[in-house]
């Protein structure tokens, strides 16, 4: 579903790659967590992924896509395929839990037929039902993360990236959090997750992949945080 196959990434005016020959694979369904200290270069493989930036050398491919040659007009239906989430939420603040969410659909085009049939079966997913009316200022840290979990997963995505999604949240929250990934991912979605939460990481058991100085140096399934 995902490969980086030799990826070195050296930002301009960088003195050193931010990552540097990367190679890593992940299959569909996979869950993968994304390790390492700060400034190890996890973000940027997220941004990789996402089209955001290119590499300097290698090749990233994404549900059977070669991203570095994607073209420009092609962007966007290719972003269709990935969710995100991430740290701080990035909820539209002056629309309700029900419009942020219905936004991802009309931004593709689906009608507010299909809206108004779809979006309160994702809300109630994310355990918000009776809350659809509610602005992000209305509910609570958790609550606002599951509207953007809600919105990452409303068009059905391939792959969920999630960087730091846990990251505001206190930890019976945050394992809320990850109980509704976790059961995203059960549904043959590949979620991959960045982040700094040993807890999370611990309880999960899952696929560790961490990243040093923009190298990996560990990649165990069922791993710990380490
Ligand atoms: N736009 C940029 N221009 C120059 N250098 C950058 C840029 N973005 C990131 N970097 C550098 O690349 C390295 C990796 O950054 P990255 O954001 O991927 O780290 P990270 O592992 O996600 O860190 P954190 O856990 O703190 O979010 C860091 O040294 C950072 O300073």
Same mark, same amino acid.
């Given at each position: 579903?995902?490969?980086?196959?030799?990826?070195?990434?050296?930002?301009? *005016?960088?003195?050193? +790659?931010?990552?540097? /020959?990367?190679?890593?694979?992940?299959?569909?369904?996979?869950?993968?967590?994304?390790?390492?200290?700060?400034?190890?270069? *996890?973000?940027?493989?997220?941004?990789?992924?996402?089209?955001?930036?290119? +590499?300097?050398?290698?090749?990233?491919?994404?549900?059977?896509? /070669?991203?570095?040659?994607?073209?420009?007009? *092609?962007?966007?239906?290719?972003?269709?395929?990935? =969710?995100?989430?991430?740290?701080?939420?990035? !909820?539209?603040?002056?629309?309700?839990?029900?419009?942020?969410?219905?936004?991802?659909?009309?931004?593709?085009?689906?009608?507010?037929?299909?809206?108004?049939?779809?979006? +309160?079966?994702? !809300?109630?997913?994310?355990?918000?039902?009776?809350?659809?009316?509610?602005?992000?200022?209305?509910?609570?840290?958790?609550?606002?993360?599951?509207?953007?979990?809600?919105?990452?997963?409303?068009?059905?995505?391939?792959? !969920?990236?999630?960087?730091?999604?846990?990251? %505001?949240?206190?930890?019976?929250?945050?394992?809320?959090?990850?109980?509704?990934?976790?059961?995203?991912?059960?549904?043959?979605?590949?979620?991959?997750?960045?982040?700094?939460?040993? %807890?999370?990481?611990?309880?999960?058991?899952?696929?560790?992949?961490?990243?040093?100085? =923009?190298?990996?140096?560990?990649?165990? +399934?069922? =791993?710990?945080?380490?």
């Amino acid at each position: 579903m995902i490969r980086l196959e030799h990826v070195t990434k050296t930002y301009p *005016k960088a003195s050193r +790659p931010s990552l540097d /020959d990367v190679s890593v694979s992940i299959e569909k369904g996979d869950f993968v967590f994304f390790i390492g200290p700060s400034g190890s270069g *996890k973000s940027t493989i997220i941004k990789l992924l996402l089209h955001e930036i290119q +590499p300097n050398k290698g090749r990233v491919v994404v549900a059977d896509r /070669d991203v570095t040659a994607l073209r420009s007009w *092609k962007i966007s239906a290719f972003r269709r395929q990935i =969710g995100c989430v991430f740290q701080d939420f990035r !909820l539209l603040p002056n629309r309700t839990a029900y419009e942020n969410v219905a936004f991802a659909l009309e931004v593709i085009g689906k009608s507010q037929g299909v809206a108004r049939r779809v979006v +309160p079966e994702v !809300l109630e997913l994310v355990g918000l039902g009776g809350k659809e009316h509610r602005y992000p200022h209305e509910l609570s840290g958790g609550e606002q993360q599951r509207v953007a979990v809600a919105r990452a997963f409303v068009n059905r995505p391939l792959i !969920l990236l999630a960087d730091e999604p846990t990251g %505001n949240l206190d930890p019976d929250t945050s394992i809320e959090i990850m109980r509704l990934l976790d059961r995203i991912n059960r549904t043959g979605t590949t979620v991959v997750m960045v982040t700094h939460d040993s %807890n999370i990481v611990n309880q999960m058991r899952r696929r560790v992949v961490e990243i040093e100085s =923009g190298k990996i140096v560990r990649d165990q +399934p069922r =791993g710990v945080y380490g």
